[in-house]
C-alpha cells in the first residue's frame, strides 16, 4: 500500500487523493464537507493528498489538518511560477494558506517540453534551494507531454514527476499511451517518483471504473495515482479497490450510476475540434466557446481531441 517516491524518499500511498473535484470547480463542496473527504481517505489509508494553487481549496487542506496529524499527511501542489519572484510568492502563499511550515512537494503545473522547462528553470532552482532550507521536501513538474517526461531527465532538479496517463491515452498532447508509459519507465530508471493523474480520463471512463484502475494499477512505473474523490462513496470504493484489491458491488453500483454532466472549461479555445468528433450533434461553438446540448450521451470522445483537456465528465 504505501511507496517510495523515487529518489525524493518520501513514503506515500498507492492512491493520492485529488482535490480539485471537490472545490467549487466541479462538486462545490463545503470547506467542512470536503476536509471530511479527506480524513475519511486518511482513516481509509490515503495519506497523500494532491493540490494546486489554481485550485482554489488550500483552505480544504488546512481544515482536513486540524484532525490528521501534519507529518502524517504528504501533500503536492502545484503553481505556474516560471521565475524566482513568482516561486517565492507562490510557495509563500501555499506555506501561508496551508497554515504549515513545509511543502511536501512543489511542482511546476502543465509544464509541455525541454523549451519550457529551460525557460521556467528559475522557479524550479528557486524551489530546489528551498529544499536545502528546509521549506520544501521535494520538487518537480506536472505535465500532459510525453515530450516533456523525456525532458525532465535532464534536470537534477525534477525529483517527482505527476503526468497524465489512462488506459484510453484521454488527455495525451502528444503521443499515444504506450509511449507515455515507454517515457514513464525511462524517467522511473532514472530515480524519478512518478505519481499520475486522470486514471478514470477526466470522468470519461468512470463506467469502466475497476478495468481503468487496474490499468494503471499494472504499470509497475507508476508509484501513485491521484483520483478525484467528490463522496464518501467514492473514497470507500477506490481504496478498497487501490488497497484491498477487493470490489464492494453495493459501492461500485453507487459510483457507476452516479449522475454526470459533460462540462467545458472556461479557458475553451473554441478550436472545433469536438464538434467534429462528435458523433450526437451535441457540441457546438457559440460565440468562441464550445457548448454542450441534451443529446449529449456522455461517450468522452470529444475529450479525446480537446488540445486544451477542458472538457470533462463530473
Known sequence: MMRTLG???IQVSSLCFGTLTMTPFQANLSVKDGAALICRGFEKGINFVDTAEIYENYNYIKEALK???RKDLVIATKCYAYDEKGAEKSL?????????DYIDIMLLHEQESEHTLRGHYPALEYFFKQKEKGWIR??????????????????????VVHPIINKRGIGIQDGTVLEMVDAIKSLKENGVGIYSMKALGGGHLQSQAIEAIEWIKSIPYIDATAVGMQSIDEVDFN????????????????VRKKERHLIIADYCIGCGNCVKRCKQDAIHVVEGKAQVNESCILCGYCATVCPEFCIKVI
Open 67 to 69: 484532525s490528521i496529524p
Open 7 to 9: 529518489k525524493s524518499g
Open 239 to 254: 481504496c478498497d479497490l487501490f488497497f484491498h484489491h477487493h470490489v464492494n458491488e453495493d459501492l461500485e453500483e453507487k
Open 138 to 159: 521535494a520538487t518537480g513538474i506536472s505535465t500532459h507531454f510525453i515530450r516533456c517526461v523525456n525532458a525532465a531527465k535532464k534536470y537534477e532538479e525534477i525529483e
Open 92 to 100: 509563500k502563499y501555499a506555506l501561508e494558506e496551508l497554515g504549515v
